[in-house]
Nanobody
Framework: QVQLVESGGGLVQAGGSLKLSCAAS????????MGWFRQAPGKERDFVAA????????YAVDSMKERFTISRDNAQNTVYLQMNSLKPEDTAVYYC???????????????WGQGTQVTVSS
């Protein structure tokens, strides 16, 4: 089992920045690819970004890759999502997830955090 706990969400004005963190515990963190997803009210959960186990490669949705950066610190068992130039449409619950294989689909991941709310005001 891997336990994931997100933090760093909150209320921010449009144009602002937030850095989300996801702390992992349980099994060896570096054995898992990590992903960030988000779910806006009334919408499906969408892929945001992912990072390989070693951190050597990252992937992000084209529309977000210039504003959002995923990173990880395997020594700290933590994955991050730096979000810049936030827009009201970025408002959502953000989830981190751990999986054996990197991917952009929810089913690629085995473990999920409880989510952290990000609200961007206009």
């Amino acid at each position: 089992q891997v336990q994931l706990v997100e933090s760093g969400g909150g209320l921010v004005q449009a144009g602002g920045s937030l850095k989300l963190s996801c702390a992992a515990s349980g099994r060896t963190f570096s054995n898992y690819a990590m992903g960030w997803f988000r779910q806006a009210p009334g919408k499906e959960r969408d892929f945001v970004a992912a990072i390989r186990r070693s951190g050597s490669s990252t992937y992000a949705v084209d529309s977000m890759k210039e504003r959002f950066t995923i990173s990880r610190d395997n020594a700290q068992n933590t994955v991050y999502l730096q979000m810049n130039s936030l827009k009201p449409e970025d408002t959502a619950v953000y989830y981190c997830a751990a999986g054996r294989i990197i991917g952009s689909r929810s089913r690629d991941y085995d473990y999920w955090g409880q989510g952290t709310q990000v609200t961007v005001s206009s």
